[in-house]
C-alpha cells in the first residue's frame, strides 16, 4: 500500500504581544504515514526544534556524520547540507534564533554548536530535559507559546551578555545581505581580523566570512522563491561577482544545479512542519 498523509498540516503563530516575546516561532502538527527525506540547506540561524510527538531522522548531519533520531534538538549555524527524515506524528514548537540572542539562552561557545545537530538536554540539561514535557502538558497553543517565552526570558536574563561588537557585525551583515568586506567590518568595531573572527567563534559558531557566504544564499534564495532565475542580473543583486560564482555557491551548498534548486523552492509550501525554512526540497514515498 502506498503511503499517506493524515490532513493538512497546521502551523500556528504565536498570537500580538507573544509573537513579539518568541520573535521567529512557530508551532505544527501533521501526521505523516510515510518517510519523507529533505535536504537542509546552510543556514545563518540557531534553530530549536521541541517535538511532542515522533522524533526526526538525522540521516546525515552537517557535519557528516549520522545523528540518527532525535525528538529535541538544537541545530546550529552552518555552511553545510544535512539530509532528514521524517515520519509519523510531527508535532511541537520550532524555533528560530539570531546567533548572539542562541548565545545567551544556551549559555556555550557557539562554535561547540557549529554545523551539528545536538539534543537538547545535552545543551540545557535539566531545563531541557523538563521544557517537552511542560509543553505537552499545557491545554492550549497559547499556553505552550507562554510557557516557552518565559522559559527564554528566564535563560536569558541568567546567561551571558551578547558581545554588542558581535551584535552591530551581525545587524551590518544581515542589512547588506552579506555583501560586505570583513576587513572593512573589522575597521568599523575597531577591532583586528583575528579578534573579529575569535568573537565570532565563540558567539556566533561560523567564521565572519562563512557567515557573510550563507547570508548572500539566504538572500538569493528568497529572490529565487520569489520567481527570479538565476541570471547574471540575480547574481549581481545578490552580492555575487558573477553569473559562474552564483552558480557554484548554489550547487556547494545546495548540492544541485541552480534551475533545480529555483525549482525546488517553487515546489515547498512556505509553512511545512518541522524546520520548514532549512529545507530546500522534500521526496516522499512508501517506507
Known sequence: ??????????????PGALAD????????????GFTVRRREIPCS?????????????????????????LTCFVAGVRDRMAVTGVRGTQRGVQL????????????????ELGNTMVDL????????????????????WRARF?????????????GPAPDPGVERALRWLAASGGDVRIGALADRLGWTRRHLARRFREQVGLSPKTVARVLRFERVTDLLAGGAPPTA???????????????????EFARC????????????????????HLFNSAEGGPG
Do not use: K, N, W
Request: some cysteine; overall charge neutral; glycine content about 10%.
Open 146 to 158: 507562554e510557557i516557552l517565552a518565559a522559559f527564554l526570558e528566564r535563560r536569558l536574563a541568567d
Open 121 to 140: 538536554a545535552a545543551v540545557l540539561g535539566r531545563d531541557g530535559a523538563l521544557l517537552p514535557e511542560r509543553l505537552a502538558e499545557a491545554p492550549t
Open 45 to 69: 540561524r540557531v534553530t530549536v526544534i521541541v517535538a511532542l510527538g515522533d522524533p526526526v531522522e538525522v540521516v546525515q548531519a552537517p557535519d557528516g556524520a549520522a545523528g540518527g533520531a
Open 21 to 32: 516575546r518568541l520573535g521567529r516561532c512557530v508551532g505544527y502538527q501533521d501526521r505523516i
Open 96 to 111: 528560530s534564533l539570531g546567533p548572539a540572542r542562541a548565545h545567551a539562552i544556551l549559555g556555550l561557545p557557539m562554535h
Open 257 to 276: 544545479t541552480p534551475g533545480e534548486y529555483a525549482a525546488s523552492l517553487r515546489r515547498t509550501a512556505p509553512d511545512l512542519p518541522v524546520m520548514s
Open 233 to 251: 542580473g540575480l547574481a549581481a543583486a545578490a552580492g555575487y561577482a558573477d553569473q559562474a560564482h552564483l552558480c557554484r555557491e548554489i550547487r
Open 1 to 14: 500500500m502506498r503511503g499517506y498523509r493524515a490532513g493538512e498540516a497546521v502551523c500556528v503563530r504565536p
